[in-house]
Structure formats: structure tokens, C-alpha cells
């Protein structure tokens, strides 16, 4: 089976406090971690006997997970089995990167977000830095807040040209076209983020092809949709896998609308979807307006 899986377990503590994250973040006590450190080492067992598959995996943790030991150690070991094609996991990158000396630069890739005012620049820039020294994949993205635009400006020129710069459409922010235009100059895809994607009966991968899972082995076919289809851990779940249409009305998160069928991204994407890393040939450095 080939097989793209997006697993989120009960983490729920990060380093930051970004007063436009949509996540509700709080301090999880010692046994929440137990907790979460148990579920991931349970899913990452799991991957590891799925000798017969082939799998990718996107790690989507509510809080911050690469601060945390276990997320760490998950990672190198899943990104050197043979079976596994990619491991990602968004990040805010505040963690060391010397952990990454033990992992597959082939496999691992990161999805970092630079958060102004939670960090400074020089010490974001300085973890990029070191990421591109190493040869580990890696895409870098800021939300598209007015305030943010210099932060934005500065990331391109000081980035190398081959990192991709993705821009997020700020929750409930509504952008004029020339504030668009300006995003658009720095991110070239930034226009597949200005609007929530009609999806209603629009042709998935997810719940095919694309599974979301949590602590628990449940499986679902995103985050975004709540209908149970089985649990991971039993098998119940591949009985459930198949072609299905999208029951929401819109879309507009890029790790659900990147698995529309209805939209190209799987082509701009090709070899980068998990990692949000556009294929060689696509442009992704924008003028830096």
C-alpha cells in the first residue's frame, strides 16, 4: 500500500505564544507528555513493521514537538528505514539542530515557520543557515500579517534563492488586490492561499491515499473531517480506504486543499508535498515587493 499519513497526538504545549495561531496552546503536565511520548512511540512502531507499504509522513503537532526528545529521535529513526519515502514535521525551529546529523537528509524534511516577535530574526536565520549547511530539505513560511511583510521582505533576500518562501493567508484577514499583488511578489503560490478552496463533492486523495491519525490510532480522512474510518492499529481502517468526494464546503488549510483533485499541487508540489517544497523548475522566488 502506498500510503501518505498525517499524524497529530495529544501535544499540545509549545515555546511560543503567537497571538494569531488558531491553536489553543497550553502547558501540558508531565503525565500529558507521558502520554504523548507513549502514542508517538506506539504510531512509530507501527510505521516501522509496515515493511510491506510504502509510507509518507507528516508530523502536524498542535504545540511544538521538535523541543521534545522522542519527536527528535522519531524522526531519524522513521527517516532511515527503506520503507519510509518521506518524514516532515511543521516546526517553529526553535530547537538544536545537531540531531540531524543522525537522520537521512533524503528522507527528513522540515516545514519551519518564522514567528516575529516570538524569536529573533538573526537566530531563525542563523537555524536556516545551518539546515542548508546540513542538506536537509526544508521549506520556511511566515503568516501574511501586514506587520509581517518587512519580516517577509528580509527572509527572501537573506535566504538562499533555492529555499522556497511560502506566505500563509492570515485567519479572517481579507486581502485587497494590491496587498495580494505584494505577498504574490515575495510567494509566488500565494494565491492558493488568498481564498478558501470550494471542495463540497470535489474529488479527494484524502481517505484514499491520505490518512489523518491521533494518539489513539484513530483514522480519519483529514484533520478537517471527523467521520471515523477505523483505527490504525487493528487494520480496521484499510477497510474504509477508497475514492470519496469531500463533504465540506470549503477548504483552506494547504495540508488539506494540497490533496484536492481539483487543484494542480500535486504537480507544483511533485516530491515536496509534505514538506510544502515546490519542484525544481517551479518559481518560488518572488521579487521580494
Same mark, same amino acid.
Given at each position: 500500500?502506498?500510503? /501518505?499519513?498525517?499524524?497529530?497526538?495529544?501535544?499540545?504545549?509549545?515555546?511560543?505564544?503567537?497571538?494569531?495561531?488558531?491553536?489553543?496552546?497550553?502547558?501540558?503536565?508531565?503525565?500529558?507528555?507521558?502520554? &504523548?511520548?507513549?502514542?508517538?512511540?506506539?504510531?512509530?512502531?507501527?510505521?516501522?513493521?509496515?515493511?510491506?507499504?510504502?509510507?509518507?509522513?507528516?508530523?502536524?503537532?498542535?504545540?511544538?514537538?521538535?523541543?521534545?526528545?522522542?519527536?527528535?529521535?522519531?524522526?531519524?529513526?522513521?527517516?532511515?528505514?527503506?520503507?519510509?519515502?518521506?518524514?516532515?514535521?511543521?516546526?517553529?525551529?526553535?530547537?538544536?539542530?545537531?540531531?540531524?546529523?543522525?537522520?537521512?537528509?533524503?528522507?527528513?524534511?522540515?516545514?519551519?515557520?518564522?514567528?516575529?516577535?516570538?524569536?529573533?530574526? &538573526?537566530?531563525?536565520?542563523?537555524?536556516?543557515?545551518?539546515?542548508?549547511?546540513?542538506? /536537509?530539505?526544508?521549506?520556511?513560511?511566515?503568516?501574511?500579517?501586514?506587520? $509581517?511583510?518587512?519580516?517577509?521582505? %528580509? @527572509?527572501?533576500?537573506?535566504?538562499? =534563492?533555492?529555499?522556497? @518562501?511560502?506566505?500563509?493567508?492570515?485567519?479572517? $484577514?481579507?486581502?485587497?488586490?494590491?496587498?495580494? &499583488?505584494?505577498?504574490?511578489?515575495?510567494? =509566488?503560490?500565494? =494565491?492558493?492561499?488568498?481564498?478558501?478552496?470550494?471542495?463540497?463533492?470535489?474529488?479527494?486523495?484524502?481517505?484514499?491515499?491520505?490518512?489523518?491519525?491521533?494518539?489513539?490510532?484513530?483514522? %480519519?480522512?483529514?484533520?478537517?473531517?471527523? /467521520?471515523?474510518?477505523?483505527?490504525?492499529?487493528?487494520?480496521?481502517?484499510?477497510?474504509?480506504?477508497?475514492?470519496?468526494?469531500? =463533504?465540506?464546503?470549503?477548504? &483552506?488549510? $494547504?495540508?488539506?486543499?494540497?490533496?484536492?483533485?481539483?487543484?494542480?499541487?500535486?504537480?507544483?508540489?511533485?516530491?515536496?508535498?509534505?514538506? %510544502?517544497?515546490?519542484?525544481?523548475?517551479?518559481?518560488?522566488?518572488?521579487?521580494?515587493?
Amino acid at each position: 500500500m502506498d500510503l /501518505t499519513l498525517l499524524y497529530r497526538g495529544p501535544l499540545a504545549s509549545c515555546d511560543y505564544d503567537c497571538p494569531y495561531c488558531p491553536f489553543a496552546k497550553r502547558r501540558d503536565s508531565r503525565e500529558q507528555l507521558r502520554a &504523548d511520548r507513549a502514542a508517538l512511540e506506539r504510531f512509530a512502531a507501527w510505521a516501522a513493521a509496515q515493511t510491506g507499504d510504502r509510507l509518507r509522513i507528516l508530523f502536524t503537532p498542535w504545540g511544538e514537538g521538535l523541543v521534545r526528545s522522542w519527536y527528535r529521535r522519531t524522526l531519524s529513526e522513521l527517516s532511515r528505514l527503506p520503507h519510509i519515502e518521506r518524514v516532515a514535521i511543521q516546526t517553529n525551529l526553535s530547537c538544536r539542530t545537531d540531531w540531524l546529523a543522525e537522520a537521512d537528509p533524503e528522507t527528513l524534511a522540515l516545514w519551519c515557520t518564522y514567528h516575529p516577535g516570538q524569536t529573533p530574526y &538573526d537566530r531563525f536565520l542563523t537555524k536556516c543557515r545551518e539546515l542548508d549547511g546540513r542538506g /536537509t530539505r526544508f521549506s520556511v513560511g511566515i503568516v501574511g500579517l501586514p506587520e $509581517h511583510r518587512e519580516h517577509a521582505r %528580509r @527572509l527572501r533576500a537573506d535566504l538562499p =534563492p533555492q529555499v522556497y @518562501l511560502w506566505v500563509n493567508a492570515a485567519e479572517g $484577514h481579507t486581502y485587497t488586490d494590491e496587498e495580494a &499583488d505584494g505577498w504574490t511578489a515575495l510567494d =509566488p503560490l500565494f =494565491p492558493y492561499s488568498r481564498h478558501p478552496h470550494p471542495s463540497a463533492g470535489l474529488p479527494c486523495r484524502t481517505g484514499e491515499t491520505v490518512i489523518s491519525v491521533d494518539g489513539d490510532g484513530t483514522v %480519519r480522512r483529514c484533520h478537517f473531517v471527523k /467521520t471515523d474510518l477505523g483505527n490504525l492499529y487493528d487494520g480496521s481502517y484499510r477497510a474504509a480506504l477508497g475514492p470519496r468526494a469531500c =463533504p465540506l464546503a470549503v477548504c &483552506d488549510c $494547504h495540508i488539506g486543499y494540497v490533496h484536492l483533485e481539483t487543484l494542480p499541487l500535486y504537480d507544483v508540489f511533485a516530491g515536496g508535498v509534505l514538506e %510544502r517544497i515546490p519542484a525544481a523548475g517551479v518559481r518560488t522566488a518572488g521579487a521580494g515587493a
